[in-house]
């Protein structure tokens, strides 16, 4: 049996245990998680460092996934906020729906349950570990996760400091297990834990994604890649348009809710392009626009084919000025990756028809797609936001990470 094997195989058998546990125990747990991080916040953050000094050094190297790397005291505060939001949400386990009686007698209802193990490869960003496990364990999971080699050091101290809570609150410390091996022969194997594991979610960009998807036997949820677009309609509240902008753009620009591509219409690209390029070069900003863009400031680098289809993850802006509202939802729906659209408009009409037809797991008006997150939304956190239809589409909280099961009661009926 290999090391991957066996962790997966304590994974398992630490999930049948979680399944049977109690919304109480599971709570304890959760508590005792936010409790430790809180208690332990030095060493994270040290392990943390470590981390960041070698990243310094690595070709490649950008201030965006610089961001997604880091921890501070702030966002290790966001995850202990994150557990308790947890804790005040429901439990869905044991929830029965749809019970009815059929003419024979029998009731026929299902019933919430858990998914079972869930696996999660992720890259850089260390809060995954912790949301992750949060997540799996009060929808009754197990995870076992696998990080990047990025964040080795910080994923290490947090699943020692997790599983040491979990355990004190009474529950197999498995329910969070890791797979610290590096090695992409690691990943290879977790792909095809047929038999340990019954769900993969992958966290990362499109190139970790296509892999998963592709080489896995076991069933994956697929979490999408965010070419994430704003549409300025003609109608647009030029200062909330600018600031919306902004926001998408330049908040945490390494993330997949950032904006990724800027729409303009060109009845109001005359008032509207001075105004927000030369805010987007003062932050930073390369703008690659079409060619329309281009002629309202001369630092605009020409768009290519490519830039329409790019999830940059960094301080770049694709800029494209556009007819119509029809044009922009076109652009939206042949370019995007279905993960966060929006628009910004003062016309009810438009905002309705972006909604009803702009093809996304979440779509705005007049706020930043960086809105799209499991603790925004009020789901305590996220496993990821899948962009697909099937089971689970947008951030996935705890109902994403259970299934149903029917049951059936009976007097005595036979067929």
């Not at 040491?164 to 977790?190: C, F, H, K, N």
């Not at 038999?195 to 592709?214: F, M, N, W």
């Not at 800027?262 to 509207?272: E, P, T």
């Not at 770049?316 to 408009?345: C, F, M, P, Q, R």
Request: aromatic fraction near 4%.
């Amino acid at each position: 049996m290999s090391e991957v094997v066996r962790i997966a195989a304590e994974a398992k058998a630490a999930a049948v245990h979680l399944a049977a546990a109690t919304t109480d125990q599971k709570n304890e747990a959760l508590l005792a998680m936010a409790k430790a991080l809180t208690e332990h916040q030095d060493e994270v953050l040290a392990a943390n460092a470590r981390d960041l000094e070698a990243f310094r050094q690595k070709p490649g190297y950008t201030k965006a996934l610089y961001d997604r790397l880091l921890l501070n005291e702030e966002r290790i505060a966001g995850m202990v906020e994150g557990l308790h939001q947890l804790v005040a949400l429901s439990d869905p386990i044991g929830e029965v729906t749809g019970m009815t009686i059929r003419p024979n007698g029998l009731q026929v209802g299902q019933v919430r349950v858990p998914l079972g193990v869930v696996g999660i490869i992720y890259e850089a960003r260390p809060n995954v570990t912790v949301d992750a496990a949060s997540l799996a364990l009060k929808a009754g999971n197990a995870v076992l996760l696998r990080g990047g080699s990025e964040a080795i050091n910080s994923n290490k101290a947090l699943v020692r400091i997790l599983r040491q809570a979990v355990e004190a609150a009474g529950l197999p410390a498995a329910v969070i297990s890791m797979i610290e091996d590096t090695d992409r022969a690691a990943v290879r194997e977790m792909l095809r834990l047929n038999g340990y594991l019954d769900v993969l979610i992958p966290r990362g960009g499109a190139s970790l994604i296509k892999t998963v998807i592709e080489h896995a036997s076991v069933p994956v949820i697929e979490t999408g890649t965010g070419v994430c677009h704003t549409f300025i309609d003609a109608s647009a509240d030029l200062s909330m348009a600018a600031s919306i902008a902004m926001n998408a753009k330049t908040a945490r620009p390494g993330v997949c809710n950032a904006m990724e591509t800027m729409l303009v219409h060109r009845d109001i690209a005359d008032k509207f392009l001075p105004l927000i390029l030369p805010q987007l070069f003062e932050a930073g900003v390369e703008v690659r626009g079409c060619e329309v863009t281009q002629q309202y400031d001369e630092r605009v680098k020409a768009a290519t084919e490519e830039d329409w289809m790019a999830e940059y993850l960094d301080l770049i802006l694709a800029v494209k000025v556009v007819s119509s509202l029809d044009e922009a939802i076109n652009h939206i729906n042949h370019y995007g990756t279905g993960h966060s659209e929006a628009i910004v408009t003062a016309l009810y009409d438009h905002a309705r028809q972006f909604q009803a037809r702009v093809d996304a797991a979440a779509v705005y008006v007049n706020a930043s797609t960086r809105f799209t997150d499991g603790f925004e939304f009020g789901l305590g956190a996220e496993m990821g936001i899948s962009t697909q239809k099937l089971h689970a589409r947008g951030p996935m909280g705890l109902l994403a990470l259970t299934a149903t099961k029917f049951i059936i009661n009976g007097n005595g009926q036979i067929r």
